[in-house]
Protein backbone atom coordinates (compact mmCIF):
# COMPACT_ATOMS: atom_id res chain seq x y z
CA UNK A 1 0.00 0.00 0.00
CA UNK A 2 2.99 2.54 0.58
CA UNK A 3 4.23 2.13 -2.87
CA UNK A 4 0.63 2.61 -4.49
CA UNK A 5 0.58 6.00 -2.70
CA UNK A 6 3.63 7.98 -3.80
CA UNK A 7 2.93 10.48 -6.10
CA UNK A 8 4.91 9.21 -9.14
CA UNK A 9 2.74 5.84 -9.12
CA UNK A 10 -0.51 8.12 -8.63
CA UNK A 11 0.61 10.59 -11.62
CA UNK A 12 1.71 7.38 -13.67
CA UNK A 13 -1.87 5.58 -13.06
CA UNK A 14 -4.07 9.09 -13.68
CA UNK A 15 -1.61 9.46 -17.23
CA UNK A 16 -2.93 5.75 -17.69
CA UNK A 17 -6.56 6.46 -17.13
CA UNK A 18 -6.68 9.27 -18.99
CA UNK A 19 -5.19 7.65 -21.64
CA UNK A 20 -7.53 5.02 -21.82
CA UNK A 21 -10.44 7.36 -21.98
CA UNK A 22 -8.78 9.23 -24.64
CA UNK A 23 -8.37 6.01 -26.30
CA UNK A 24 -12.19 5.07 -25.97
CA UNK A 25 -13.49 8.55 -26.94
CA UNK A 26 -11.54 8.17 -30.26
CA UNK A 27 -12.70 4.95 -30.65
CA UNK A 28 -16.59 5.91 -30.36
CA UNK A 29 -15.26 8.14 -33.22
CA UNK A 30 -13.07 6.87 -35.78
CA UNK A 31 -13.25 3.60 -37.71
CA UNK A 32 -10.86 0.87 -35.43
CA UNK A 33 -9.32 0.59 -39.23
CA UNK A 34 -7.92 4.14 -38.91
CA UNK A 35 -7.62 4.60 -34.94
CA UNK A 36 -5.73 1.07 -35.05
CA UNK A 37 -2.99 2.52 -37.42
CA UNK A 38 -2.76 5.39 -35.46
CA UNK A 39 -0.88 3.74 -32.23
CA UNK A 40 1.85 3.53 -34.57
CA UNK A 41 2.48 7.23 -34.56
CA UNK A 42 3.66 6.64 -30.79
CA UNK A 43 6.96 4.78 -31.95
CA UNK A 44 7.74 7.94 -34.14
CA UNK A 45 7.00 10.26 -30.79
CA UNK A 46 9.11 8.03 -28.15
CA UNK A 47 11.91 8.02 -30.97
CA UNK A 48 12.07 11.51 -31.18
CA UNK A 49 11.73 12.23 -27.08
CA UNK A 50 14.48 9.62 -26.61
CA UNK A 51 16.37 11.66 -28.85
CA UNK A 52 16.27 14.99 -27.56
CA UNK A 53 16.01 13.90 -24.09
CA UNK A 54 18.18 10.88 -23.90
CA UNK A 55 20.79 11.45 -26.85
CA UNK A 56 20.43 8.23 -28.75
CA UNK A 57 20.97 7.85 -32.16
CA UNK A 58 18.64 8.06 -35.03
CA UNK A 59 20.47 6.20 -38.01
CA UNK A 60 19.21 6.38 -41.30
CA UNK A 61 17.77 2.70 -41.05
CA UNK A 62 15.55 4.59 -37.44
CA UNK A 63 14.56 7.35 -39.39
CA UNK A 64 13.85 4.82 -42.82
CA UNK A 65 11.70 3.16 -40.50
CA UNK A 66 9.63 6.28 -39.04
CA UNK A 67 9.35 7.61 -42.91
CA UNK A 68 7.71 3.78 -43.48
CA UNK A 69 5.67 4.35 -40.58
CA UNK A 70 4.75 7.75 -41.48
CA UNK A 71 4.10 7.16 -45.07
CA UNK A 72 1.81 3.83 -43.84
CA UNK A 73 -0.37 6.57 -41.77
CA UNK A 74 -0.61 8.77 -44.12
CA UNK A 75 -2.07 5.95 -47.03
CA UNK A 76 -4.40 4.54 -44.46
CA UNK A 77 -6.28 8.08 -43.35
CA UNK A 78 -6.17 8.93 -47.29
CA UNK A 79 -8.02 5.31 -48.17
Known amino acids: FKIATQWPIIGGLACYVFSVVVWIV??????????????????????????????EILSLQRLVGIGIILIGVVVLTRG
Not at 30 to 53: C, E, H, K, R, T
Open 26 to 55: GLSRVDVSIAYPMLSLGYVVNAFAAWYLFG
